[in-house]
């Protein structure tokens, strides 16, 4: 395959089918002709731009062979030559889509180039595991490289062997060691006793002067080894002979014993010296030797590669073949389009799906590799899904690994950092699985509708909780300072009633007088609280007699109190759910997504399952004790009754209109008149 820099983007020519995958509209591969037309489909169509070739759940192999530029990234452009390859060597392009592992070779298109050569790589492959068939498979390329690696496992045995017989037989490799060793030193000794055959005024000068042994005779000689080993091999002499059991270099003794044991042995049994002749003929044998199988081992070593050349090239070209044939359209469903991941078909999972990840009564189907958190951290959580990450350990794999799930369905009340989960692979190894983080998002309408009413509630129930620790806080701490201040006051009694009986102080309880209960002050209280509720009855029961002037009134304050509440939680959830999107998630994993991967409220609900239970028949022996109903209605009347009377006794339900007294008014007189007046006044007496 030739790497393709630029795809053509051609505005007519092959006609596409499209369709809406995911609630967004991508381009279908339906057929072979779909996959044969790649090189003229706009790259602005495709879904995806790049995919790494490393953590999906997809032949590491296969992405690894069309990985031309061995980026670590399959391009689109990668993704194009390898279909060109591809349907140029088949006849039938439609064979694609069967994902087969093996093909007739009559199916292979012996008109192309490519197709030719892999006919004959297959036929020459059978051929070598003496196998007659008219089709070729992995099964066949397995049984082709094991083949191979016997032979190159058994190509260090027919290289060692050699034409001619080893000198010393079995001990031969260790009879060349043993002359390497001690070579040089031989040589040196022999050269020394020619000097003194020459002159034997140079005795002295050739052989190991007192005066060096003198100068380390005061050390420890055990550890002047290198030194001694400088000296001659042993002492030199006019005839020229290298005894063998006497006079040698105790540094040399030992290596020198075992070259005998081995060549002199072996040659000259009888011996007690060697000469420089016979050395020579040991050293020539070893040498003749070691240089024939020099020669041998490389004769073997072109014959080798030779044969198996052809053979391992064969093996490689089928096996390219096949892997892609095999893989490249389930390629296809998750780069060009993301068919597999919206098709909820178990077999059939997305090649970023890792497994499930089981938490909290529910089972999270769509969970992918992590394979850089601190890119996760800065994308993901544009995805506007709730993110579950987590830390996974398998003590059966020994290895360990971060995942990302998505939570789309249920409620969040008991998820938290440090929750401990189980996750299965694709493969089912089971996982241990902890949180480690949680990214919040909208999961369902219901759960943002009930959100406020929980929030609230949580919130009421801190408040009670902390406001109740304080006091308790409180009331302790003022017990504690009472009985200290008691106990010091007991103490400084007694010592003082030691002391002078008359001093002593009597105990607070007993002598000093208790306030009294000021009835005022409660009246007060009490007629505060009854005001106040006063009030608020008067408040719910304008509200009461607006709601039931007219029937409607209070399903329409219902509906109004609800979209209230939980109104605005519901439209934030709702503008969330429509943009929830996995691009941003696969992008913070190494992939480059062209194109939206949408998962709506009712996909979002098959990827994440709840546990459901059956009716339970039997009775539990250990559940809390239900009240009757019927003595709940009697409690609750009697405590409706008791705080009605309260307050109508109080006379609070005044502002209600049920006062406890009418009040009586006050007689008015009418306006006196003038003939009223005139009437009253007294007569006046008459004049005298």
């Known amino acids: 395959m030739s790497k393709m820099n630029i795809l053509p983007a051609k505005d007519k020519g092959y006609d596409w089918k499209y369709a809406s995958i995911g609630g967004v509209t991508r381009v279908t591969i339906n057929n072979g002709a779909d996959i044969a037309h790649l ?71 012996g008109d192309d180039e490519n197709g030719a050569a892999i006919i004959a790589s297959a036929k020459r492959m059978l051929a070598k595991l003496n196998v007659e068939k008219d089709e070729v498979s992995l099964a066949d390329v397995a049984a082709a490289k094991e083949a191979l690696a ?157 044969e198996t050349e052809e053979e391992a090239a064969d093996i490689k070209l089928v096996n390219k073949f096949l892997l892609i044939y095999r893989d490249f359209y389930k390629l296809l469903k998750n780069y060009v389009v993301f068919a597999d991941f919206y098709t909820r078909d178990k077999e059939k999972l997305a090649v970023f799906q890792a497994g499930q990840l089981y938490i909290d009564q529910r089972c999270c189907e769509l969970c992918i590799k992590v394979t850089d958190m601190g890119k996760q951290a800065d994308g993901a959580g544009l995805s506007g899904m709730f993110l579950i990450y987590c830390h996974c350990t398998s003590k059966v794999k020994a290895a360990e690994m971060d995942i990302v799930a998505a939570l789309t369905d249920g409620d969040i009340d008991d998820l938290r950092v440090g929750k401990n989960a189980i996750f299965y692979d694709r493969n089912g190894q089971d996982w241990d699985a902890t949180v480690t983080k949680i990214v ?62 008359k001093t002593a102080k009597v105990p607070a309880t007993e002598g000093e007088k208790k306030t009294p209960f000021d009835i005022a002050k409660f009246a007060g209280i009490f007629a505060a609280i009854g005001m106040a509720i006063g009030f608020i009855m008067s408040a719910l029961t304008s509200l009461g007699s607006a709601i039931t002037e007219k029937w409607y009134n209070l399903p329409l304050l219902i509906i109004g109190i609800v979209l209230v509440v939980s109104g605005p939680s519901m439209f934030i959830a709702w503008s969330k759910l429509r943009r929830r999107n996995l691009g941003p998630v696969l992008n913070a994993n190494g992939w480059a997504i062209n194109a939206q991967v949408r998962i709506n409220t009712g996909f979002g609900a098959t990827l994440t399952s709840l546990a459901k239970y059956p009716l339970v028949t039997m009775p539990d022996p250990y559940a809390d004790k239900k009240m009757p109903f019927w003595k709940k209605c009697l409690i609750t009347l009697v405590v409706l009754a008791g705080i009605f009377c309260a307050l109508y006794f109080t006379n609070t339900l005044k502002y209600v209109g049920l006062p406890f007294k009418k009040e009586v008014p006050e007689a008015v007189e009418p306006a006196a008149t003038d003939e009223t007046v005139a009437a009253e006044a007294p007569a006046e007496a008459p004049a005298e």
């Open 39 to 109: 090189d003229e489909l706009d790259q602005k169509l495709w879904t995806v731009l790049s995919c790494p070739v490393k953590g999906l759940e997809f032949d590491e192999e296969t992405l690894g062979l069309m990985d031309i530029d061995g980026d670590g990234k399959i391009r689109v452009n990668e993704v194009v030559t390898a279909s060109k390859w591809l349907t140029g060597a088949v006849k039938d392009a439609d064979k694609i889509l069967d994902g087969a592992d093996h093909i007739a070779l009559a199916d292979l298109n």
């Open 440 to 501: 919040d998002n909208p999961i369902s309408i219901r759960q943002a509708f009930w959100s406020p009413y929980k929030k609230l509630w949580n919130w009421i129930t801190e408040k009670i909780n902390k406001s109740a620790a304080e006091k308790e806080q409180s009331s302790m701490d003022n017990l504690v300072n009472k009985t200290d201040g008691a106990l010091t006051n007991a103490q400084t009694n007694i010592a003082a009633a030691a002391d002078d009986p």
């Open 150 to 306: 016997e032979k190159v496992k058994a190509k260090d045995d027919a290289i060692a062997a050699t034409v001619d017989e080893r000198p010393y037989g079995d001990n031969t490799d260790d009879a060349i060691a043993a002359v390497g060793a001690i070579k040089d030193k031989v040589a040196d000794y022999f050269m020394r006793c020619k000097l003194i055959a020459f002159d034997e005024d140079c005795h002295e000068a050739v052989d190991v002067s007192v005066e060096k042994i003198q100068a380390i005779s005061e050390k420890n000689l055990a550890t002047c080894a290198d030194q001694i080993a400088e000296y001659p091999l042993a002492r030199p002499n006019k005839e020229q002979k290298l005894f063998i059991h006497k006079g040698v270099n105790p540094a040399w003794q030992a290596a020198f014993d075992k070259m005998c044991g081995l060549t002199v042995a072996a040659d000259y049994p009888e011996a007690d010296a060697i000469d420089e002749a016979q050395w020579n003929a040991i050293v020539a044998k070893l040498d003749a030797y070691v240089a024939g199988l020099a020669d041998d081992k490389t004769a073997k070593i072109e014959t080798f590669d030779k």
